[in-house]
């Protein structure tokens, strides 16, 4: 870009007719994702955003930068593939819980392992929204939301725990009704170097009953003396908690202590950063050690034909190595 | 026995051992030595799924001329275990040879856990036909009966030699040496000069002087001894002076070779049999060089590398090598049977979205876990319906070494052409097999990019980039991601000319009609020698179709034929989809004897010929036992249709 233009949230917007429901979750991601890349001066095609299959699917068309609609469970690979071609680009990934946890749940514990640097954020409601409500990954044992027929026979996985099993070295959680929280979120995650998993509380107003906008601002318990509902949501930040490991021997103990905290549900939620290192080394970096021109070469910018067509892979060494010469 | 006529060059001989006892280098050793040695080889290789002591061996032909198949008959049988010779020793001619350890002349076939039942209860019925007992001893008895040479090489003599030599404390520590003491024996036994073995053990086992020279000392003192007990051995192998350089290489190598020549820098795999070959190749050699360096701009070249990813399962790898296209990068995957079929959603994802991702498709035998090592041509179907719905995708199938380095590098060029999966058949016939080759001449090989958008477009909010026009023909141009000036969405979805999610019934027909145009489009203009080729007299009365690896044991068979006099013809078929419906009727329209020829049960590519063009086979051969077809087999089979003696099927049954 020749001038750098001052883009404001509303520049990172389409005109595509938004179809969520009334009062979904999902507005208050995409706003912040737009208000983020605003903050952060993004270059549109700078930036690619990948999604898997469900409401929160539908983000990235109404989000003005590269939108990669795939498949239900594979945000994932695809953005791992974008990503790794061309590690110039910013990349973001947006699964549903379901999408995410569920059907893609292989690719969400093996991304932890490559350490590769993106932002992955899961729109997590408790239930599949577009298939009319039957019950996802992180709806706890028991809860009957309202298009269930018994209450969930299945227990919830715990994202946060997962994550850090897996390896991402930027784990935390926000909630989509608080955001400007969430815009710091966002920014920091794609500033992270590696990694990032953002786990986002989200209602789902019409097929979450349970786990509403009104259940998670604990407008069911007010306060006795103010009259006031007592959110139960809280920020980890306001709480005195340091989520970073600043030295390769305090893994342990971050780690810890991020699974403790994660384990808090209930009347009290922790939103915020619970886990950050950026010791471990990314997948980038360990290709470059392989590959030393790997980060200004990357596959997506290298040559491979000349002005005609000429392929450029000069195989002379691979073939001589496969050729017998005449005695 | 009648001194018989010595046959120079022209060779099958087999090694067989213990999966991962060294059998594998051995048979390199020696195709590399009768390579050195000017002639040409053609091996197979075969083996159980299996890491450690099941049976596996090696046949492989040695020849004046360029050899493209195995055939039935084994004229050297080398081992230096029994199960080998329970196995193999009937494959042996009558005037060939058998080299095998005396010392172990006692062990029984009950011994053996691991033959099969039927095959046991099959070689006893051998025995007691001949009043024989079930020993190694025997076995080797009912071979001499019939003329065969016994060549008794004392492995472990030769070894404690070895050992005191070298001042080895273990003989543990030397057994693979075992493998080069046999082939040192077939080299003695053939007449072959030593100096070549020398040389490819060098080549194999490089920097690692000891072990060569402990090799080289064991195969010698073979050699000497096979010489000495067996002077005038019939078969015979001799140097001979070769003009012009020849490659060395598996079809794997090959399909690799070509895909980077093609310009792929990003490659992604699951671990499976026999496509992780191909990948591993590339791992090794990811450090790409640059020539031309006019061509090339500044600074790049030393820049070329192809990016490798072992994925967590091939769901992530079809699907990562689509991000990776959407780049701009050339990209792919490369799988198998099981694999593929967990690839169909990402396919159809890759075809709707219009993006350039080819698929090696190495085929194996099915259906699902099937004969993981064994061979097949069982997923041509499979192959062109891959995945839900109506999807265009383009179906290459390779025959030979030359092919599969060309449909290596072509498939991106159609890829990118027409914005679509590539499916690239291999088979692990062609895949696992090596042969020496003369250096394929490419350079008429460009590459082709298509469609695509220039740097500086123009494109602004007032006119938009529309990655899915519809206003200049099937094609649109295509955009990189990360290209300034052109955001565009995608998604499984259809979707309008931006990208975006619609159920406009009238838009989803221009979709849809767009995509299938593109075929319709690559029909017109891919190149007639890529679709077919025709072998033999235009006019022959009977013409074999076939397609795949097949082709090199058919054009063996064929040279045999056509020497006699038979008017055959042969149309390989390269191009599976788009079909070259009407050459394909050209060719076949006058045929009175139409045979197909595939290594499969239900004669896919006949079905495929028949929906396309009406024209039904009158017979087919066929071969589905895991095992490839071998020249000889197919010579017999054809001769029986020539000579209206076939049935409407025939099915080989050939191989162990």
């Known amino acids: 870009m020749a001038l750098e233009q001052v883009l404001k949230p509303q520049d990172f917007a389409t005109e595509v007719h938004n179809d969520w429901c009334p009062g979904c979750g999902d507005f208050g991601i995409l706003r912040t994702i737009q208000m983020a890349f605003a903050e952060m001066k993004m270059e549109p095609h700078r930036v690619t955003i990948v999604s898997g299959i469900g409401c929160s699917a539908k983000t990235i068309h109404y989000v003005k930068t590269y939108g990669v609609h795939t498949l239900h469970g594979r945000a994932l690979p695809y953005a791992t593939g974008v990503k790794l071609a061309n590690p110039q680009l910013t990349v973001l990934c947006l699964s549903g819980d379901g999408d995410g946890l569920g059907i893609g749940g292989g690719h969400f514990v093996n991304a932890g392992r490559r350490n590769l640097d993106m932002l992955y954020i899961i729109h997590d409601n408790g239930v599949y929204g577009l298939t009319k409500g039957q019950a996802a990954p992180t709806l706890k044992l028991g809860v009957q939301t309202k298009s269930l027929a018994h209450p969930n026979i299945n227990d919830a996985v715990n994202p946060i725990w997962l994550a850090l099993a897996a390896g991402a070295t930027w784990v935390a959680r926000g909630y989509s009704y608080d955001i400007k929280h969430l815009v710091g979120l966002i920014k920091q995650g794609i500033d992270h170097k590696g990694y990032a998993f953002l786990d986002v509380l989200q209602p789902c107003p019409t097929y979450n009953d349970i786990n509403t906008k009104e259940w998670y601002g604990g407008e069911d318990r007010k306060d006795e003396t103010t009259g006031r509902p007592m959110p139960r949501v809280y920020k980890l930040e306001e709480a005195s908690y340091d989520p970073v490991v600043h030295d390769n021997a305090e893994i342990e103990e971050k780690s810890e202590q991020a699974l403790h905290k994660a384990l808090e549900w209930g009347d009290r939620i922790p939103i915020g950063v619970f886990y950050r290192n950026e010791l471990i080394p990314t997948f980038e970096e360990r290709i470059a050690k392989r590959v030393p021109t790997y980060t200004e070469s990357p596959p997506a910018l290298q040559p491979i034909a000349g002005p005609n067509g000429e392929p450029l892979t000069d195989l002379t060494k691979l073939l001589n190595r496969l050729t017998f010469k005449p005695a | ?656």
């Open chain 2, 1 to 656: 026995m009648s001194p018989a006529a010595v046959k120079v060059n022209n060779l099958s001989w087999m090694i067989g051992g213990p999966q991962g006892s060294g059998v594998e280098s051995s048979a390199n050793v020696f195709a590399r030595a009768c390579a050195q040695g000017g002639l040409n080889v053609f091996g197979k290789r075969e083996f159980y799924s299996n890491i450690m002591g099941e049976h596996s061996y090696f046949a492989l032909r040695a020849h004046t001329d360029v050899v493209r198949s195995h055939v039935d008959e084994v004229n050297v049988l080398a081992t230096f275990e029994v199960e080998t010779l329970f196995r193999h020793a009937r494959e042996v001619t009558d005037d060939g040879a058998i080299i095998y350890d005396p010392s172990l002349g006692k062990t029984k076939l009950s011994d053996i856990p691991t033959i099969e039942k039927r095959l046991a209860a099959d070689l006893r019925t051998h025995f007691i036909s001949r009043g024989l007992g079930e020993t190694m001893d025997d076995m080797l008895a009912a071979s001499k009966q019939r003329g065969v040479t016994l060549v008794p090489i004392p492995f472990k003599e030769i070894l404690e030699q070895i050992a005191n030599e070298f001042q080895v404390d273990q003989l543990s520590k030397i057994s693979r040496i075992v493998n080069m003491i046999a082939i040192g024996a077939s080299f003695g036994l053939l007449g072959f000069e030593f100096d070549a073995m020398t040389k490819a053990l060098e080549d194999v086992f490089r920097g690692k002087a000891k072990v060569v020279g402990m090799n080289v000392a064991g195969a010698r003192k073979a050699y000497d001894l096979a010489k000495s007990l067996v002077p005038d051995f019939p078969y015979h192998l001799e140097a001979t002076k070769q003009t012009m350089p020849r490659l060395f290489l598996t079809g794997s190598q090959a399909t690799a070779l070509g895909k980077l020549y093609g310009g792929m820098r990003f490659q992604t795999y699951y671990p499976i049999t026999p496509a992780s070959d191909e990948s591993e190749y590339l791992e090794e050699n990811e450090i790409l060089d640059l020539n031309g360096h006019a061509l090339a701009p500044a600074g790049s070249e030393k820049a070329a590398s192809v990016l490798v990813v072992q994925t967590e399962d091939e769901i992530a790898a079809v699907t990562m090598a689509t991000g990776a296209a959407l780049t701009g990068t050339r990209a792919a995957t490369a799988t198998s049977g099981p694999g593929f079929s967990l690839m169909m959603e990402g396919i159809g994802w890759a075809s709707i979205n219009e993006v350039p991702l080819v698929i090696t498709l190495y085929q194996r035998a099915g259906p699902s876990t099937g004969m993981p090592t064994r061979h097949e041509q069982g997923d041509l179907r499979f192959a062109l319906h891959a995945g839900h719905g109506e999807c265009p995708r383009i179906l290459l199938a390779s025959g030979d070494f030359e092919e599969s380095i060309r449909d290596g590098f072509l498939a991106f060029n159609y890829a990118d052409r027409y914005q679509m999966p590539v499916i690239h058949l291999v088979d692990k016939a062609l895949a696992n097999s090596y042969a020496t080759i003369p250096v394929p001449d490419l350079s008429d090989l460009r590459i082709d990019r298509g469609m695509v958008i220039p740097p500086n477009n123009g494109y602004s909010k007032e006119n938009p980039y529309k990655r899915f026009d519809l206003g200049n023909g099937p094609v649109s141009a295509r955009a990189f991601l990360g290209q300034e000036g052109t955001i565009f969405w995608n998604t499984g979805d259809e979707h309008d000319e931006l990208g975006h999610i619609t159920e406009d019934p009238a838009l989803r027909n221009l979709m849809m009609e767009k995509r299938f145009a593109k075929l319709d489009l690559a029909a017109k203009e891919i190149p007639e020698d890529v679709k077919l080729r025709y072998f033999g007299p235009k006019d022959a009365d009977t013409v074999l179709v076939s397609w795949g690896s097949t082709k090199g044991p058919l054009l063996d068979a064929l040279d045999r034929l056509w020497a006699e006099g038979a008017k055959l013809g042969y149309l390989h078929v390269r191009l599976i989809n788009p079909f070259p419906t009407e050459s394909v009727v050209a060719y076949l329209a006058k045929a009175k004897r139409r045979v197909a020829v595939e290594m499969n049960f239900g004669a896919q590519l006949a079905g495929i010929v028949r929906e396309m063009t009406g024209i039904a086979m009158t017979h087919s051969i066929l071969k589905y036992n895991g095992r490839p077809m071998s020249s000889t087999e197919l010579y017999d089979a054809i001769k029986a249709v020539t000579r209206r003696k076939a049935a409407k099927r025939t099915v080989l049954t050939h191989g162990a």
